[in-house]
């Protein structure tokens, strides 16, 4: 039963979000009966009744309680797929809508049918919910104590499973392969049940029958409140969890479930276990070998030797304290802030379709004023959490923004049929549009921070402050997730203006190194790059966003001083295009001409990497495209005034660079070919 051995390498996961104390417990009755039952369903009998007709005489429950056979609802298809849901997991619900648009896009002539099974701990009241909220125009049954499951070795969800007339398994895995590995998620490469679909529908024999499925689990870990152990829930773990993870993971923070209770982390603690082990949770963690003000804060060996130990134990409550510890406030950074003195928002709201791939926008925050601003804060605030994943913020003035309306490939990008709202495509390369202008050391455009979950304040150290200049907007990048109905978002920017106290002869600058030498990656290769940013000029460095795109596994910024002493200044060992940010130093580091800062990123464009967007790998290019590749920090600084360094120097470099490497691309042959991963190829054609 749901006990067998996983058939499939699919990490135990406990991606149940809300899931209500009183479900809980009442499952715990029925994992005892099913540990009973489980003993005489050896795997040798399984194997034997899948694929017969034994399958399709097994009962499932309608959302009306009643029972009926699998075969009465399978009869009439040629192909059915069973897609095993579990209501309240988030991965899960995305598959509702990607399992009905991948079989409309599968253009098979024979009938195939599709029926949503429920896990055992789901109710009618689940089904309702996802009808409602989630638009599932097929039918959901309950696949009570998870026979169907245990029948199959179905142990996470979401799993399709698609069957012939005669309840034969033709294909048992994920839908697509956009989550490879929990935590990790990229483009579609490969829409696995589709391809089985229409091989079966051929008469062919499936090629690829069985894929490993990514998701939440069937079963849950059973938790013994009342047992005793060396680690107990009050004394040990709730101020673990507290500290590192509650601030995201609580009522109406940005995470997508609580870890703020005991039922909660009785649920998600293995889950949590090994991400914390991958480095992946909390989220963008980096070290330095200086202070830095806002890195996430990680659990000691020790606590995480803690956390394994409760659950080994059976997670047990302990005493329960007399007075109740206080929740971390979900929002740190902005506790001292004060007022904002502005409040920017863009022209409407954006409206993103169910299902499909991220979305990357432009959102301009109209400010075009007459003076420069000075800044000494910013908050962007996300309109909805569950859709903003991250953004990185920028200033460009008018003639910026219209050239990059006026090309009209770029406006496209990203934008399916059925999204809507302002903004323009993405085009990260703004350096493309201008000449450089060795007068200026300033840019039309720069980006000046970011926000990631987590992360929505960003603060100039005191003495200096931010200068927008005069007749510009802010322009948002942002980074949309799709998350299986449609959503809307209206996001806002608050301004927190200097009040006097800056340094005169100091100016605040963002800018960028490229790496001039990074052209292409080759194929199945995992190496590291190289490159030194020449200091010019006397300056302190108050923050650094690191940045690469899906083939970047760690990034490495090191300076080297005058005398060739170095330091770290920022190592982020698990990259993540997902999880960009800006991080700021505690002090801003003084750092003399004369010196250099290294840049050096691990690259990985073996099929190993799960977010590698092509497999097989093939050689990527350097480029702007999220499917491209680049070695492209940005670098806040504070020069003096009256310095004659010009900062423009990264963007060209990074434009000169990405022309080298199209021609090389196209020299090469490998320009325009037709590609399934790329956003662009998949993104519908409205304007907006
Ligand atoms: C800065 C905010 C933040 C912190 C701190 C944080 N998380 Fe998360 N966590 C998230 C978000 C957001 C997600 C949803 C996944 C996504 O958006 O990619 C998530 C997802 C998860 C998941 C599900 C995995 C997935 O891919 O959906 C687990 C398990 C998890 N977190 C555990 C933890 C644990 C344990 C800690 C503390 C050690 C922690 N998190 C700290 C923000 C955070």
């Known amino acids: 039963m749901v006990f067998m051995k996983p058939s499939m390498p699919a990490p135990p996961l406990f991606l149940?979000?809300?899931?209500?104390?009183?479900?809980?417990?009442?499952?715990?009755?029925?994992?005892?009966?099913?540990?009973?039952?489980?003993?005489?369903?050896?795997?040798?009998?399984?194997?034997?009744?899948?694929?017969?007709?034994?399958?399709?005489?097994?009962?499932?429950?309608?959302?009306?309680?009643?029972?009926?056979?699998?075969?009465?609802l399978t009869t009439g298809n040629s192909l059915t797929v069973l897609l095993f849901l579990g209501a309240d997991c988030p991965l899960s619900q995305k598959a509702v809508t990607e399992s009905v648009i991948d079989l409309a896009k599968s253009g098979s002539p024979a009938k195939v049918g599709l029926l949503g099974l429920l896990v055992a701990r789901d109710d009618a009241l689940d089904i309702q919910r996802l009808k409602d909220e989630f638009k599932a125009a097929f039918p959901l049954l309950l696949d009570r104590n998870n026979q169907l499951a245990g029948i199959l070795g179905v142990t996470v969800v979401p799993t399709a499973v698609v069957v012939d007339q005669q309840g034969k398994v033709l294909y048992q895995g994920r839908i697509n392969d956009r989550v490879e590995q929990l935590g990790k998620r990229s483009v579609v490469r490969r829409n696995d049940m589709r391809e089985a679909i229409s091989d079966a529908a051929k008469g062919l024999p499936v090629r690829v029958p069985k894929t490993p499925s990514v998701g939440c689990p069937v079963e849950l870990r059973k938790a013994v409140p009342d047992s005793t152990g060396k680690a107990e829930y009050y004394r040990d773990i709730q101020p673990i969890l507290y500290k590192h993870c509650a601030v995201c993971h609580q009522e109406k923070g940005v995470a997508p479930f609580s870890l703020a209770n005991y039922q909660d982390a009785t649920l998600w603690v293995e889950m949590g276990i090994d991400l914390i082990e991958r480095k992946i949770m909390p989220p963008g963690q980096a070290e330095s070998d200086f202070a830095l003000s806002d890195a996430p804060s990680v659990p000691s060996p020790q606590e995480l030797r803690l956390l394994r130990q409760w659950l080994e134990e059976g997670m047990p409550k302990g005493a329960v304290p007399a007075n109740t510890r206080a929740l971390p406030p979900t929002d740190p950074e902005s506790a001292d802030l004060g007022k904002p003195d502005l409040v920017l928002k863009p022209d409407g709201p954006m409206t993103l379709a169910a299902s499909g791939d991220d979305m990357y926008r432009y959102m301009v925050y109209k400010l075009n004023l007459n003076r420069e601003l000075k800044v000494r804060a910013m908050r962007f605030i996300p309109g909805n959490q569950k859709v903003v994943h991250h953004t990185l913020i920028w200033f460009a003035d008018s003639a910026t923004q219209a050239r990059i309306i006026a090309d009209k490939g770029l406006n496209a990008y990203g934008l399916l049929p059925d999204d809507s709202g302002p903004g323009y495509g993405q085009s990260a390369m703004l350096g493309k549009y201008h000449k450089i202008d060795t007068n200026k050391s300033r840019l039309p455009f720069e980006q000046i921070g970011g926000y990631a979950p987590g992360h929505s304040v960003w603060k100039t150290p005191a003495g200096c402050a931010l200068s927008i200049p005069e007749k510009t907007d802010l322009v948002v990048q942002m980074h949309y997730h799709?998350?299986?109905?449609?959503?809307?978002?209206?996001?806002?920017?608050?301004?927190?203006?200097?009040?006097?106290?800056?340094?005169?002869?100091?100016?605040?600058?963002?800018?960028?190194?490229?790496?001039?030498?990074?052209?292409?990656?080759?194929?199945?290769?995992?190496?590291?790059?190289?490159?030194?940013?020449?200091?010019?000029?006397?300056?302190?460095?108050?923050?650094?966003?690191?940045?690469?795109?899906?083939?970047?596994?760690?990034?490495?910024?090191?300076?080297?001083?005058?005398?060739?002493?170095?330091?770290?200044?920022?190592?982020?060992?698990?990259?993540?295009?997902?999880?960009?940010?800006?991080?700021?130093?505690?002090?801003?580091?003084?750092?003399?001409?004369?010196?250099?800062?290294?840049?050096?990123?691990?690259?990985?464009?073996?099929?190993?990497?799960?977010?590698?967007?092509?497999?097989?790998?093939?050689?990527?290019?350097?480029?702007?495209?999220?499917?491209d590749e680049m070695v492209f920090p940005f670098v806040a600084l504070t020069i003096p005034k009256n310095s004659r360094w010009n900062l423009q120097q990264g963007f060209f470099s990074g434009y000169r660079t990405g022309i080298i490497a199209t021609t090389l691309k196209q020299q090469f042959g490998l320009d325009d070919q037709p590609n399934q991963a790329s956003p662009a190829a998949i993104s519908g054609d409205k304007q907006p």
């Not at 009183?22 to 009755?29: E, G, H, N």
């Not at 940013?533 to 108050?542: A, F, M, Q, S």
């Open 482 to 627: 799709r998350s299986g109905k449609v959503e809307t978002d209206f996001s806002s920017i608050e301004l927190y203006l200097a009040k006097g106290d800056i340094n005169p002869a100091e100016d605040f600058r963002t800018t960028n190194i490229n790496d001039d030498k990074f052209l292409l990656m080759p194929p199945n290769q995992r190496r590291r790059t190289n490159t030194a940013w020449p200091v010019e000029d006397d300056c302190r460095i108050v923050g650094i966003s690191p940045h690469g795109h899906l083939l970047t596994v760690s990034q490495t910024v090191t300076l080297e001083r005058p005398d060739g002493t170095r330091k770290v200044l920022l190592n982020v060992p698990r990259f993540d295009f997902n999880w960009q940010r800006m991080y700021t130093f505690r002090e801003p580091i003084p750092v003399a001409k004369g010196s250099k800062v290294h840049v050096s990123s691990l690259m990985d464009n073996t099929s190993g990497n799960p977010a590698n967007p092509f497999k097989p790998p093939k050689a990527i290019f350097m480029g702007e495209a999220t499917t």
């Open 16 to 72: 149940f979000k809300r899931l209500r104390l009183i479900r809980f417990l009442s499952a715990i009755p029925l994992l005892v009966a099913l540990l009973v039952s489980a003993g005489p369903i050896a795997a040798q009998q399984t194997e034997e009744r899948r694929g017969s007709g034994a399958l399709l005489n097994q009962a499932v429950d309608q959302a009306d309680g009643k029972s009926v056979r699998l075969g009465e």
